[in-house]
């Protein structure tokens, strides 16, 4: 019996529909990969110095489920003559495609040109394998960099070019201004000084002798000396109008008291001031057989004259301390 062949034709449009099968097909399979890979694109091994940076890309591809173990990513680390300065992950854990850059620094300058290494990486992946799950390591091989000195190591044989340089003699600072200074110092000082003498001593001491006690105890000294009866009168005379220009008004014997309350520094000297004003006015007041009797407290009294001195003194010391 003869064999019968079947021959199909398709159409242009069913011939189209196949080839688009065959190729999702094709793209579906070349998609889902079945074991974790990965795959380093390393920078050029070659012309690098102290300073500079490279780059290197790792790009991840995972199985359906694989998922990758962060943790197992190098951190950056500073030591060694490659430094790991940072890393960049981008995609998920558990995507299909990671990429993950890492960028290094190198660190030392070799005295003559010197192959550095990028160091070897192991990154672990974990993969679905029936109920449990099974760990995979991925291994990056290290990759060399030659780097060159940033110097000849023999420098040339010229004038200033030696070996050993001198060292650069130092620049000698100016030192005017710190005379300056010291000068402003000083003035300042001196200035400072004189303020304080001023305030505190100089002040207060031509405070104290352009007082009116003040003045009439000098003047009680210079009119005592001289001789005779009229000395005494001066000086009773001056005693009686510094206590006037003190008060601002003529003081007798009777206002005393209340001249002495507006004057609190001055109370100690109330009795020797009471028996100032009763002698004086029996000095120029009463018979001249009564003129040597005086109401001073201390009965082996001193003489009118002492005691008006003293009395003068007293009232200048009290006027300064208040």
Do not use: K
């Amino acid at each position: 019996m003869p064999t019968s062949m079947v021959e199909v034709r398709l159409t242009l449009p069913g011939r189209g529909l196949l080839c688009m099968a065959c190729l999702w097909a094709t793209g579906a399979g070349a998609a889902a990969v079945e074991v974790a890979s990965v795959h380093s694109t390393d920078p050029p091994a070659y012309g690098y110095q102290v300073g500079d940076t490279v780059e290197r890309s790792l790009r991840l591809q995972l199985p359906p489920g694989g998922r990758l173990d962060a943790a197992s990513l190098p951190t950056p680390l500073r030591q060694g003559a490659i430094e790991l300065r940072r890393v960049e992950h981008e995609g998920a854990d558990v995507a299909a495609e990671q990429t993950v850059t890492l960028y290094y620094q190198i660190m030392r300058s070799p005295e003559v040109p010197s192959v550095f290494e990028l160091p070897t990486l192991r990154l672990r992946v974990t993969v679905p394998a029936g109920n449990s799950r099974r760990e995979a390591q991925l291994h990056v091989e290290s990759h060399p960099l030659l780097v060159s000195p940033i110097a000849p190591a023999q420098p040339p044989e010229r004038a200033g070019l030696g070996l050993l340089q001198p060292d650069l003699p130092p620049a000698v600072p100016s030192a005017a201004p710190i005379r300056w200074q010291m000068r402003a110092g000083l003035a300042t000082a001196v200035l400072g000084a004189l303020g304080l003498a001023w305030r505190f001593v100089l002040r207060p001491w031509l405070r104290r002798r352009q007082s009116s006690f003040a003045r009439a105890a000098r003047d009680v000294r210079r009119l005592l000396t001289q001789p005779g009866a009229q000395g005494l009168d001066e000086a009773l005379r001056r005693v009686h109008l510094a206590i006037a220009e003190d008060a601002g008004h003529v003081v007798h014997r009777a206002d005393l008291a209340a001249w002495l309350l507006r004057r609190p520094g001055l109370r100690a000297l109330q009795s020797d001031l009471q028996a100032f004003y009763l002698d004086s006015e029996r000095h120029f007041f009463a018979p001249p057989e009564d003129a040597e009797t005086m109401a001073w407290p201390d009965p082996v009294a001193p003489p009118l004259s002492r005691q008006v001195a003293e009395l003068a003194r007293a009232l200048a010391r009290c006027e300064a301390r208040a």
